[in-house]
């Protein structure tokens, strides 16, 4: 079946810090990937998105390539913000849309 | 309004009691979902509705029910809540086609006493 697996939280980091929060997935066929973050109250918003091997999705200063290879999707960011802190969803997408596959999410807290 | 919007906000609700919870999108999207959220275990798809007229189950579907009259309009209903459906519920749309990215109205805090 299709799957999620990330790294299990909570995240601590300084703010300027380097972030990477990985994610590696299980999938019969040929699945796009996406993170998603979830602000603290709100709703989950599409954060990124990459639909083949090696594309690399980007947004906010958030990266995260495709790695068929590896089976991986790695969300990256060079320098984080307090306002960054939030739970980061990574996620696959395989056929149909209510195959989609959500991992368990990751905690990520930004200190000043 | 633009995107996806659901009510209530938050509701406490008496076990045994009826309950619609409303998703409207304004996106034209083809399909929609309802997700319940609960500490630990992430996002469940309850059931979920490819087009206007269809609806199908997902992982956790016992105890609710759905309809989709017309494609803006996804309305859960709760037919007599227990205390596990205490959730947090989101309502997502997404276009029938890959790579099928959805997008999430802000979510309903539902809490059954």
């Known amino acids: 079946g299709n799957s999620v697996t990330q790294m299990e939280g909570p995240v601590t980091l300084s703010e300027e810090a380097f972030l990477t929060i990985n994610c590696t997935y299980t999938?019969?066929?040929?699945?796009?990937l996406f993170w998603y973050v979830q602000y603290p109250g709100e709703g989950l918003q599409l954060l990124l998105k990459a639909t083949k091997a090696d594309d690399k999705g980007s947004n906010k200063g958030f990266e995260a390539t495709y790695r068929k290879e590896t089976t991986s999707f790695h969300l990256e960011k060079g320098s984080v913000q307090v306002s960054d802190s939030a739970v980061y969803f990574c996620a696959l997408s395989v056929n149909y849309g209510q195959n989609f596959v959500f991992g368990p999410g990751t905690r990520l807290s930004v200190l000043p | 309004i633009a995107g996806i919007t659901q009510a209530p906000t938050s509701q406490i609700l008496a076990a045994g009691r009826r309950m619609t919870l409303r998703c409207t999108q304004d996106?034209?999207?083809?399909?929609m979902y309802w997700y319940r959220q609960d500490l630990g275990l992430g996002l469940r798809l309850i059931h979920y509705s490819n087009t206007a007229g269809t609806t199908g189950k997902g992982e956790v579907p016992d105890g609710y029910s759905v309809s989709r009259a017309n494609t803006d309009d996804f309305p859960l209903t709760l037919a007599s809540a227990v205390p596990s459906q205490t959730s947090v519920y989101f309502c997502a749309s997404s276009v029938s086609r890959g790579p099928y990215e959805q997008y999430f109205g802000p979510g309903t805090r539902l809490t059954v006493t």
């Open positions: 999938a019969t066929g040929y699945p796009s």
């Open positions: 996106m034209r999207h083809n399909a």
